[in-house]
């Protein structure tokens, strides 16, 4: 039995920001369960100022330097795609720069950076607003929906604008498929057959939201009763990272 005073629930840290659960694309390992579907319900920049405030005492950046950026630390802009709302994201890019934020970063799927050089052009504009970087998200279930040659030109403008601060998760995937000579998009039972179910093993996987809908069968599963009496007390008091979505 877990007593309350023990769950003192740590201070946060880093964390993120959804603008909305809506996105481009509807991967099968969603943990958020994101997609077209969902409404717009943008998250409202009056109703986060009072967030970002309370935050700009907390967040920490990586330790080497406040205009460095991280996984796991400083604050990050995500759903959700960010770009499908690119003024909203612009508008709350500026507000973490008056509040002096570190290590700011924006998470996308790429969907957007077609031909034409949009992706330099929107890094700088967001840049001069005050972000600090940019990661790049890529792995064989956004591989499903945005080409590969988007997730290469954000890869290229963020390189240029950001440089060491562009992050590309999940890296060892995109090589793989660049190793291959793989282009557009790949659907998953392709991205298995070019690499081997050990595409798996150098993955993080988080089975939650879409995931146990819709790749179950990658698991053994077990009636609930096994994980009674299983402590959850460290899971509970984790709360340096913390997401704060658009319905606050
Ligand atoms: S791109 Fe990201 S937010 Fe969108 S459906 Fe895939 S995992 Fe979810």
């Not at 700009?56 to 400083?74: C, F, H, Q, Y």
């Not at 500026?94 to 031909?115: A, K, L, Q, S, Y």
């Not at 050089?117 to 940019?134: I, M």
């Not at 060491?164 to 498929?177: P, V």
Request: proline fraction near 5%; charge should be negative; aromatic fraction near 12%.
């Amino acid at each position: 039995m877990i007593k309350l005073r023990e769950l003192k629930i740590n201070e946060p840290r880093s964390g993120g920001i959804f603008l909305s659960y809506r996105c481009s694309g509807s991967c099968r390992h969603c943990m958020y369960a994101c997609s077209p579907e969902w409404s717009e319900d943008w998250i409202e920049p009056e109703k986060i100022e009072g967030v970002m405030d309370y935050l700009s005492e907390k967040i920490r950046a990586p330790r080497m330097d406040p205009k460095s950026v991280g996984l796991n630390s400083g604050l990050h802009y995500t759903g959700g795609e960010p770009f499908l709302n690119y003024n909203l994201l612009l508008e709350l890019v500026r507000m973490g720069n008056r509040f002096d934020i570190p290590g700011t970063f924006v998470e996308t799927n790429c969907f957007w950076c077609g031909e034409g050089g949009t992706a330099v052009e929107r890094f700088s504009e967001l840049k001069e607003a005050g972000l600090d970087g940019v990661l790049v998200s890529v792995n064989p279930f956004t591989a499903e929906h945005v080409p590969l040659e988007n997730t290469l030109a954000a890869i290229e403008g963020g390189e240029e604008v950001f440089g060491s601060n562009l992050l590309i998760y999940q890296k060892s995937f995109l090589d793989r498929m660049r190793g291959k000579g793989v282009e557009g998009t790949v659907p998953l039972e392709r991205s298995l057959e070019l690499i081997g179910s050990s595409m798996f093993k150098t993955m993080e996987m988080l089975p939650r939201g879409r995931f146990p809908y819709e790749l179950g069968e990658l698991y053994s599963t077990y009636p609930a009763e096994k994980f009674f009496g299983q402590c959850c007390k460290e899971e509970l008091k984790r709360g340096w990272h913390f997401h704060v979505d658009n319905y606050l």
